[in-house]
């Protein structure tokens, strides 16, 4: 099934993002590129914030967010009650965060996993269903308020 993938970083994960970008399109998938569109340095949460917004507004259907760490991306996106962003550096993580958490934005740390292993997660947390269950009740209670 072709989803709609939103995509973003900073210029740490721009080289990842822009291989990404072409692995999701070579699945069929629509992908909506939040940027950055280069080296350049650039501040992620001007990259974070929209495409958090269209996850939540339910424009697109995931989101995958690419920087050095993946930290400051995943802190950022998760400041919105509806996003579950997970910081993965293992295939076995994402599954995981799908599985478990229910998680609808993978955040990759380029500086940390090779290209393949980020084709991987990728790969893996989008074919991955969110299990449901003794699980939904865990997500249900994760919202601040």
Not at 30 to 46: K, T
Not at 54 to 81: E, H
Request: glycine share 8%; net charge negative; hydrophobic share 40%.
């Amino acid at each position: 099934m072709a989803l709609k993938i939103a995509i973003g970083g900073d210029h740490a994960g721009f080289t990842y993002k822009r291989m990404l970008t072409e692995v999701l399109k070579s699945l069929g998938h629509e992908v909506l590129d939040f940027g950055p569109d280069s080296e350049a340095s650039v501040d992620y949460p001007d990259h974070v914030h929209p495409l958090a917004k269209a996850v939540v507004n339910k424009d697109a259907d995931f989101g995958v967010l690419i920087c050095g760490s993946g930290n400051g991306v995943a802190i950022t996106a998760n400041k919105y009650q509806d996003i579950r962003a997970a910081l993965c550096w293992t295939p076995e993580l994402a599954k995981l965060a799908r599985e478990h958490n229910d998680a609808n934005v993978l955040c990759i740390p380029a500086r940390f996993v090779s290209e393949d292993v980020a084709k991987e997660m990728l790969t893996t947390f989008l074919k991955t269903d969110f299990e449901g269950g003794r699980h939904q009740n865990r997500v249900n209670k994760i919202a601040a308020c």
